[in-house]
């Protein structure tokens, strides 16, 4: 019996029309990221792999092609090993749907997915701003100006509130409500999964300053923070505008701002700071979204400031000076042999 030619095409659209937006309820930026994934798999399929084949079946999505496909991102196209892995995980989430639909057409496909690693990758430090980064950067918006003003509301929020850049595009002024002493924020974050958070007094005051700034107060249905062409911002914006400061930062202050910054290193930084604070993980990981500790732990590292501080206080505590040596050699005969 000769297999459907299109079946390949049938299910993932079905996936992309059905599944990832109803079923699983996933955001539209997580869709679009995963679109991404198959449309450089066909890239690859149609222009690299088989240029003269005109369509794809599960039988052609060996190891050997998606293997060769991984390391053509990775070679031709210069993307790093965590873009790799992330394309990986994307391609096996599709095989296990397919799998589930048609398991005579798409079990080759998913046993050859199986067999293929994720790779190792050098592990880099995320950068955060420190303490002194955070107050140049929020002085160098013209706060006379109507993109001066927007661009210093929208660097404060970020990080009062720890919001990934895709939550700030989303707010709009009806998810904010504002108290005397601070603001409490409904954010709609990643699976669609909905938090409520609090940010401080002066963060709050900054953010209603530029809401009525903006005369928008009242409009409730409003995004907060609009692009010059656009109602609402999108993320691309936001990083044109981080781009736009930290080079000013860098080129003002050359022996700081050393490392490479996005607008997700400010939801770093709200992390990192948290914890210097005492803040505990699990508060810090309800604040940020996350779904599981682990995550929070691996996204806010201890820092080397803090790492300092705990040593010091510890060698303070447990490591007292010897203070003659009387007592010292008191202390040595208190000591058992066997710990000599």
């Known amino acids: 019996m000769k297999r459907k030619k299109d079946r390949f095409y049938e299910l993932l659209q079905d996936y992309f029309d059905e599944y990832l937006p109803v079923a699983k309820g996933l955001s539209e930026s997580t869709i679009i990221s995963y679109k991404a994934t198959f449309r450089l798999l066909m890239e690859y399929m149609y222009n690299v792999k088989a240029p003269t084949c005109d369509a794809i079946t599960f039988s052609e999505l060996t190891e050997e092609c998606i293997s060769g496909f991984l390391d053509w991102l990775e070679n031709d196209r210069k993307c790093s090993v965590s ?15 397919a799998q589930s639909r048609d398991f005579e057409a798409a079990c080759f496909f998913r046993n050859n997915v199986l067999l293929i690693p994720k790779k190792k ?8 701003f420190t303490i002194n980064e955070l107050k140049i950067l929020f002085e160098l918006p013209d706060k006379n100006s109507s993109i001066g003003k927007r ?8 990080y009062a509130s720890g ?13 904010i409500r504002f108290y005397s002493d601070k603001a409490s924020i409904k954010v709609l974050g990643k699976g669609r999964k909905a938090r409520r958070i609090g ?8 953010l209603e ?18 692009s010059q062409t656009h109602e609402k911002m999108t993320v691309s914006c936001i990083e044109e505008i981080y781009k736009k400061y930290i080079k000013r930062a860098k080129n003002e202050h050359p022996d700081l701002f050393r ?11 709200t992390a990192t700071h948290m914890l210097e604070a005492g803040v505990p993980l699990i508060v810090v990981k309800n ?29 303070e505590k447990w490591f007292l000076e010897e203070k003659n040596s009387d007592c010292k050699d008191k202390k040595k005969e208190m000591i058992p042999d066997f710990l000599r």
């Open 151 to 158: 661009d210093y509301a929208l660097l404060s929020f970020m």
């Open 287 to 315: 604040f940020l979204g996350h779904v599981s500790l682990q995550t929070t732990q691996i996204y806010a590292e201890v820092t080397q400031e803090t790492m300092n501080k705990q040593l010091k206080a510890w060698n």
């Open 199 to 206: 940010i401080p007094a002066q963060a709050s005051r900054n």
């Open 259 to 269: 490392e490479s910054y996005s607008p997700h290193s400010m939801r770093h930084t």
């Open 83 to 97: 873009t790799r892995n992330q394309r990986l995980s994307a391609i096996a989430a599709f095989a296990i749907y």
């Open 163 to 175: 919001m990934r850049a895709q939550e700030v595009c989303d707010m709009t002024v009806g998810d």
């Open 121 to 128: 990758g050098i592990k880099r430090i995320r950068s955060y």
């Open 209 to 226: 300053k530029y809401i009525v700034y903006r005369k928008i107060s009242s409009k409730l249905d409003h995004h907060v923070f609009s």
